[in-house]
């Protein structure tokens, strides 16, 4: 048998195979076999050989790829034509969250970093770490908050500031809406929980003298304890401090808090009072650096 006849079966017999494209074939002996354009010899009786459909699977196959190669190629194109893409200022870098591993600081007065680099890294690293002595529970005892501002502020500023933070912090109904005494002292067997953990930071503008930038934090506050009516709750947001650089360190002149960006809380069970006192005096805090 040849190779013909095995595959598709004796053009002239008419054996009822189907042809290479699945229709069926002559059902009886006598019948005229219709000849489709694939055979090799159109002549009358010549013999049929089988369609190339491997062949033509192959041809569009490359057919396919030729056309995605010119599509890359066009799409990567620069130089020939204006780019209609937004400039990079626009897009988040690739390295924009990454931390830069540079040291941000050697000193620091009363527990609070100093000596910040005078650029953009300098002027976020030196905001987070205000944010956090400016949170802390130390701003409710008044000879620490005294010694926060100075160390945190211009020295108009710090005068400015005082005055309204003594205001604010000493008002009695303010302390007693958070269940502190009268004074700004935790109740027995209560721990007063207030800190402040910057997740990132950004730089609205800058230069070598000012710099403007926010920082995205969350806060814990409350009273831990087994008799606690203001229990340590989570709350999230973004301060925007304005930045000048003042006696060879960047200092705060202003700032404005705004509510958010507030991630979805997890279904997690809280802990117990005791497990976050416990929390709050084991767990220390950071040096935050850009």
């Known amino acids: ?14 054996d009822g195979h189907a ?16 000849r489709l354009p694939d055979y090799a010899d159109d002549r009358p009786g ?21 056309l995605l190669i010119a599509a890359i190629a066009f799409a990567n194109r620069g130089g ?10 626009e897009r988040p870098k690739a390295d924009s969250t990454a931390a830069s591993g540079t040291r941000p600081v050697d000193g620091q007065q009363g527990g609070i970093a100093t000596g910040f680099a005078r650029d953009a890294q300098g002027a976020q690293s030196a905001a987070a770490n205000y944010a956090v002595a400016l949170g802390s529970a130390d701003m409710f005892d008044k000879p620490l908050r005294d010694a926060i501002i100075t160390a945190t ?28 005494g009268p004074d700004g002292s935790t109740p027995d067997g209560q721990t007063f929980v207030s800190r402040t953990i910057p997740v990132g930071t950004k730089v609205e503008k800058s230069n070598a003298d000012a710099a403007t930038v926010a ?12 008799t ?21 360190d960047w200092k705060v002149s202003d700032f404005d808090q705004q509510d958010g960006p507030v991630p979805t809380g997890r279904d997690q069970r809280a802990s117990t009072a005791d497990d976050l006192a416990k929390a709050v005096e084991e767990y220390g805090g950071f040096t935050y650096a850009r």
């Open 1 to 14: 048998m040849s190779p013909d006849e095995g595959a598709y079966g004796d053009p002239g017999r008419g």
């Open 19 to 34: 042809d290479p494209y699945g229709r069926p074939g002559p059902g009886g002996s006598g019948q005229t076999r219709t």
């Open 153 to 180: 502020h211009v020295p108009n500023a710090a005068a400015e500031r005082r005055a309204d933070l003594d205001e604010a912090y000493g008002a009695r109904d303010f302390l007693e809406r958070i269940g502190l």
């Open 80 to 89: 020939d034509e204006p780019s209609t893409a937004r400039p990079d200022t």
């Open 215 to 226: 920082v995205w934090h969350t806060s814990l506050f409350g009273l831990a304890g087994e």
């Open 46 to 66: 010549g013999p049929r050989r089988p369609a190339r459909s491997s062949s033509r699977g192959l041809v569009t196959v490359v057919g396919i790829v030729v």
């Open 228 to 248: 606690s009516k203001n229990p340590v709750t989570e709350s999230w947001y973004t301060t925007t401090y304005t930045l000048r650089w003042t006696d060879g």
